[in-house]
Protein backbone atom coordinates (compact mmCIF):
# COMPACT_ATOMS: atom_id res chain seq x y z
CA UNK A 1 0.00 0.00 0.00
CA UNK A 2 1.54 3.37 -1.08
CA UNK A 3 1.52 6.09 1.85
CA UNK A 4 2.85 9.39 1.63
CA UNK A 5 2.79 10.93 5.25
CA UNK A 6 3.79 14.46 5.85
CA UNK A 7 5.57 15.79 9.47
CA UNK A 8 6.70 19.12 10.62
CA UNK A 9 3.99 21.66 10.32
CA UNK A 10 3.37 24.49 12.84
CA UNK A 11 3.51 27.99 13.67
CA UNK A 12 6.46 29.94 12.89
CA UNK A 13 6.84 34.00 13.07
CA UNK A 14 7.04 35.72 9.80
CA UNK A 15 10.49 35.39 8.05
CA UNK A 16 11.23 32.78 10.39
CA UNK A 17 11.93 28.65 8.88
CA UNK A 18 10.31 25.54 8.63
CA UNK A 19 11.35 22.01 7.29
CA UNK A 20 8.69 19.58 6.05
CA UNK A 21 9.35 16.16 5.52
CA UNK A 22 7.25 13.44 3.60
CA UNK A 23 7.93 9.67 4.37
CA UNK A 24 7.23 7.35 1.43
CA UNK A 25 6.84 3.31 1.53
CA UNK A 26 4.90 1.23 -0.31
CA UNK A 27 6.51 2.15 -3.82
CA UNK A 28 10.06 2.68 -5.78
CA UNK A 29 10.16 6.21 -4.12
CA UNK A 30 13.91 6.48 -5.62
CA UNK A 31 12.67 6.06 -8.94
CA UNK A 32 9.43 8.75 -8.28
CA UNK A 33 9.56 12.86 -9.09
CA UNK A 34 7.74 14.31 -5.67
CA UNK A 35 6.14 17.70 -5.28
CA UNK A 36 4.47 19.44 -2.92
CA UNK A 37 1.06 21.07 -3.21
CA UNK A 38 -0.37 23.53 -0.59
CA UNK A 39 -3.65 24.93 -0.06
CA UNK A 40 -5.03 27.87 2.05
CA UNK A 41 -8.12 27.77 4.04
CA UNK A 42 -11.32 27.29 2.28
CA UNK A 43 -8.92 28.60 -0.94
CA UNK A 44 -8.10 26.21 -4.06
CA UNK A 45 -4.57 23.75 -4.75
CA UNK A 46 -1.22 25.93 -5.25
CA UNK A 47 1.54 23.93 -6.77
CA UNK A 48 5.01 24.61 -4.80
CA UNK A 49 7.60 22.29 -6.80
CA UNK A 50 9.15 19.41 -7.57
CA UNK A 51 12.01 17.02 -7.57
CA UNK A 52 13.23 14.58 -10.10
CA UNK A 53 14.96 11.12 -9.22
CA UNK A 54 18.98 10.89 -8.90
CA UNK A 55 18.32 9.55 -12.68
CA UNK A 56 17.54 13.08 -13.82
CA UNK A 57 19.48 14.52 -11.66
CA UNK A 58 17.17 15.73 -8.83
CA UNK A 59 16.58 18.54 -11.08
CA UNK A 60 13.93 21.23 -9.18
CA UNK A 61 11.75 23.66 -10.35
CA UNK A 62 9.36 26.28 -7.90
CA UNK A 63 6.52 28.11 -8.33
CA UNK A 64 7.11 31.72 -8.71
CA UNK A 65 5.55 32.36 -5.27
CA UNK A 66 8.22 30.36 -3.44
CA UNK A 67 11.30 30.80 -5.84
CA UNK A 68 14.47 31.78 -3.94
CA UNK A 69 12.89 31.02 -0.26
CA UNK A 70 11.71 27.47 -0.53
CA UNK A 71 14.06 24.33 -1.30
CA UNK A 72 13.07 20.55 -1.61
CA UNK A 73 15.11 17.54 -1.64
CA UNK A 74 15.38 14.04 -0.74
CA UNK A 75 16.93 11.03 0.74
CA UNK A 76 16.63 7.85 -1.25
CA UNK A 77 18.23 6.30 1.27
CA UNK A 78 15.41 7.30 4.05
CA UNK A 79 12.63 7.46 1.54
CA UNK A 80 12.18 10.74 2.34
CA UNK A 81 11.29 14.12 0.59
CA UNK A 82 11.87 17.42 2.36
CA UNK A 83 10.30 21.04 2.05
CA UNK A 84 12.54 24.00 3.33
CA UNK A 85 10.32 27.08 3.88
CA UNK A 86 12.95 30.33 4.98
CA UNK A 87 11.60 33.72 4.69
CA UNK A 88 8.08 32.89 5.37
CA UNK A 89 5.30 35.27 4.77
CA UNK A 90 1.44 35.16 6.30
CA UNK A 91 0.51 34.32 2.38
CA UNK A 92 2.21 30.96 2.82
CA UNK A 93 -0.31 29.75 5.50
CA UNK A 94 -1.49 26.29 4.20
CA UNK A 95 -2.05 23.45 4.71
CA UNK A 96 1.36 21.54 2.61
CA UNK A 97 0.59 17.90 0.87
CA UNK A 98 3.39 16.27 -0.92
CA UNK A 99 2.12 13.82 -3.68
CA UNK A 100 3.68 11.18 -6.50
CA UNK A 101 3.91 12.16 -9.99
CA UNK A 102 2.12 9.01 -11.46
CA UNK A 103 4.28 8.78 -14.66
CA UNK A 104 7.36 8.91 -16.14
CA UNK A 105 9.43 12.55 -14.86
CA UNK A 106 9.84 14.02 -18.03
CA UNK A 107 6.28 13.96 -18.90
CA UNK A 108 3.61 16.65 -17.80
CA UNK A 109 2.50 15.61 -14.30
CA UNK A 110 -0.36 14.89 -12.79
CA UNK A 111 -0.44 13.29 -9.04
CA UNK A 112 -2.23 9.65 -8.33
CA UNK A 113 -0.94 9.32 -4.51
CA UNK A 114 -1.43 11.84 -1.69
CA UNK A 115 -0.65 12.45 1.82
CA UNK A 116 -3.06 13.61 4.32
CA UNK A 117 -1.12 17.12 4.70
CA UNK A 118 0.50 18.69 7.58
CA UNK A 119 -0.35 22.85 8.52
CA UNK A 120 1.70 25.65 8.59
CA UNK A 121 0.42 28.85 10.02
CA UNK A 122 2.73 31.85 9.86
CA UNK A 123 1.55 34.52 12.13
CA UNK A 124 2.79 37.27 14.84
CA UNK B 1 1.67 30.34 -17.52
CA UNK B 2 -1.15 28.28 -18.80
CA UNK B 3 -4.41 29.43 -16.54
CA UNK B 4 -7.12 27.14 -15.45
CA UNK B 5 -10.95 28.30 -15.63
CA UNK B 6 -13.47 25.86 -14.21
CA UNK B 7 -17.22 26.30 -14.58
CA UNK B 8 -19.52 26.88 -12.66
CA UNK B 9 -17.82 27.55 -9.56
CA UNK B 10 -20.42 26.51 -7.68
CA UNK B 11 -23.07 23.25 -9.17
CA UNK B 12 -25.96 22.59 -7.76
CA UNK B 13 -27.47 18.68 -8.23
CA UNK B 14 -30.37 16.38 -7.00
CA UNK B 15 -28.97 12.89 -6.28
CA UNK B 16 -28.92 10.93 -9.24
CA UNK B 17 -28.81 13.76 -11.51
CA UNK B 18 -26.11 14.51 -13.97
CA UNK B 19 -23.28 16.50 -13.26
CA UNK B 20 -21.32 18.36 -16.24
CA UNK B 21 -18.34 20.07 -14.84
CA UNK B 22 -15.93 22.53 -17.41
CA UNK B 23 -12.67 23.14 -17.79
CA UNK B 24 -11.13 25.60 -19.62
CA UNK B 25 -7.37 26.18 -20.74
CA UNK B 26 -5.85 29.50 -21.68
CA UNK B 27 -3.22 27.19 -24.30
CA UNK B 28 -3.26 24.02 -25.28
CA UNK B 29 -2.62 21.02 -23.04
CA UNK B 30 -3.23 18.03 -25.30
CA UNK B 31 -4.72 15.71 -23.35
CA UNK B 32 -2.28 16.16 -20.51
CA UNK B 33 -4.92 17.15 -17.98
CA UNK B 34 -6.46 15.37 -14.56
CA UNK B 35 -9.08 15.78 -12.71
CA UNK B 36 -9.60 15.69 -8.86
CA UNK B 37 -12.04 15.17 -6.25
CA UNK B 38 -11.40 16.78 -2.64
CA UNK B 39 -13.84 16.24 0.00
CA UNK B 40 -13.29 18.54 3.87
CA UNK B 41 -10.62 18.00 5.73
CA UNK B 42 -9.20 15.49 3.21
CA UNK B 43 -6.46 15.31 0.46
CA UNK B 44 -6.90 15.09 -2.63
CA UNK B 45 -8.20 11.96 -4.96
CA UNK B 46 -7.08 11.35 -8.38
CA UNK B 47 -10.12 10.93 -10.74
CA UNK B 48 -9.11 10.94 -14.12
CA UNK B 49 -5.90 11.34 -16.35
CA UNK B 50 -4.91 11.97 -19.43
CA UNK B 51 -8.44 13.51 -20.15
CA UNK B 52 -10.17 10.69 -20.28
CA UNK B 53 -9.03 7.62 -18.27
CA UNK B 54 -10.28 6.49 -15.04
CA UNK B 55 -7.93 6.05 -12.15
CA UNK B 56 -7.87 2.96 -10.51
CA UNK B 57 -10.77 2.01 -8.16
CA UNK B 58 -12.72 5.23 -10.20
CA UNK B 59 -16.78 4.67 -10.48
CA UNK B 60 -17.46 3.74 -14.12
CA UNK B 61 -19.76 6.85 -13.47
CA UNK B 62 -17.04 9.27 -13.60
CA UNK B 63 -16.13 10.03 -17.28
CA UNK B 64 -13.87 12.88 -18.78
CA UNK B 65 -13.40 14.23 -21.98
CA UNK B 66 -11.95 16.96 -24.19
CA UNK B 67 -8.13 17.87 -25.79
CA UNK B 68 -6.83 21.06 -26.26
CA UNK B 69 -8.82 23.54 -24.52
CA UNK B 70 -12.26 22.44 -23.74
CA UNK B 71 -12.22 19.68 -20.69
CA UNK B 72 -15.77 18.02 -19.18
CA UNK B 73 -15.95 15.66 -15.96
CA UNK B 74 -19.28 14.40 -15.92
CA UNK B 75 -20.98 12.43 -12.95
CA UNK B 76 -23.71 10.95 -14.72
CA UNK B 77 -25.78 9.91 -11.45
CA UNK B 78 -24.86 11.36 -8.52
CA UNK B 79 -24.45 9.75 -5.40
CA UNK B 80 -24.12 10.90 -1.93
CA UNK B 81 -20.41 10.98 -1.41
CA UNK B 82 -19.87 12.73 -4.43
CA UNK B 83 -20.79 16.24 -3.11
CA UNK B 84 -17.22 17.77 -3.16
CA UNK B 85 -15.11 20.11 -4.72
CA UNK B 86 -13.03 18.90 -7.99
CA UNK B 87 -10.18 20.42 -9.53
CA UNK B 88 -8.84 20.18 -13.21
CA UNK B 89 -4.87 20.37 -13.48
CA UNK B 90 -2.17 20.57 -16.11
CA UNK B 91 1.05 20.64 -15.74
CA UNK B 92 1.99 23.16 -12.72
CA UNK B 93 -1.74 24.80 -13.06
CA UNK B 94 -4.74 23.91 -11.04
CA UNK B 95 -8.09 24.99 -12.00
CA UNK B 96 -10.02 27.30 -8.63
CA UNK B 97 -12.15 24.09 -8.29
CA UNK B 98 -16.10 23.77 -8.81
CA UNK B 99 -17.97 22.92 -5.92
CA UNK B 100 -20.81 20.70 -6.45
CA UNK B 101 -23.59 20.99 -3.98
CA UNK B 102 -26.81 19.15 -3.12
CA UNK B 103 -29.68 20.79 -4.75
Known amino acids: EVQLVESGGGLVQPGGSLKLSCAAS????????MHWVRQASGKGLEWVGR??????????AYAASVKGRFTISRDDSKNTAYLQMNSLKTEDTAVYYC???????????????WGQGTLVTVSS | EIVMTQSPATLSVSPGERATLSCRASQSVSSNLAWYQQKPGQAPRLLIY???TRATGIPARFSGSGSGTEFTLTISSLQSEDFAVYYCQSAWTFGQGTKVEIK
Open chain 1, 26 to 33: GFTFSGSA
Open chain 1, 99 to 113: TRQRRGELWPPDFDY
Open chain 1, 51 to 60: IRSKANSYAT
Open chain 2, 50 to 52: GAS
